[in-house]
């Protein structure tokens, strides 16, 4: 299976970087040396970055973002990214074909009625295919967006991004309180 809310494939939520990178390794073969860290300079947390080949064959490369929360440490999300922003090879009928079929695979999951949104147009141009919450309160998160159009004659450039949450409302990132001022 691509993966489950519980995180992304041996990764799961909860987990530290080194056990993260463990399962990066066990599930792609990546050692940590190809791995790269990225910090996020407001939210303050910092992430795990891989480019796999073919995460899902037929689809193209993607990238697979671990996110670690700013006071725990821990695995908190994990983005997965598909489409021209990753692999320049890959067509938008691909990108549009891998929505349908990973909106298809998460409506047949259980998920919660409360909050269960399908086929939503967002004010940035983008679709929210999907997102839903498990039993555990874990959110599965499908959007596929424009990221550019160069002229009327060129191909519509589209992503699709994939998101695994474990505490939606309760994100582990830097906060100002208002006793910071």
């Known amino acids: 299976p691509l993966a489950s809310i519980d995180g992304f494939r ?3 939520f909860g987990m530290r970087r080194a056990q993260v990178t463990k399962a990066i390794f066990n599930d792609f073969g ?7 860290i990225i910090n996020h300079p407001t939210e ?3 992430s795990l970055v891989i ?4 995460l899902i064959p037929r689809f193209g490369k993607s990238k697979v973002v671990y996110v670690f929360g700013y006071r725990s440490n821990k695995l908190m999300q994990v983005n997965i990214l598909f489409g021209h922003g990753v692999d320049k090879n890959v067509t938008s009928q691909q990108v549009v074909d891998l929505g349908n079929l990973l909106g298809n695979h998460f409506f047949n999951k259980r998920y919660q009625k409360d909050g269960l949104v399908a086929h939503a147009s967002l004010n940035d141009g983008s679709v929210l295919i999907f997102r839903g919450k498990d039993q555990k309160g874990r959110m599965a998160l499908l959007r596929i967006l424009n990221t550019q159009q160069s002229d009327k004659n060129s191909e519509v450039k589209i992503s699709l991004n994939l998101s695994y ?3 939606p409302g309760q ?3 830097y906060q100002l ?5």
């Open 177 to 181: 309180n208002d006793k910071d001022f």
């Open 30 to 36: 990546i050692a940590s040396a190809k791995i790269t």
């Open 165 to 167: 949450i474990e505490k």
């Open 10 to 12: 041996s990764a799961k």
């Open 51 to 54: 480019t796999v080949e073919q």
């Open 171 to 173: 994100p582990d990132t």
């Open 44 to 46: 303050l947390t910092q």
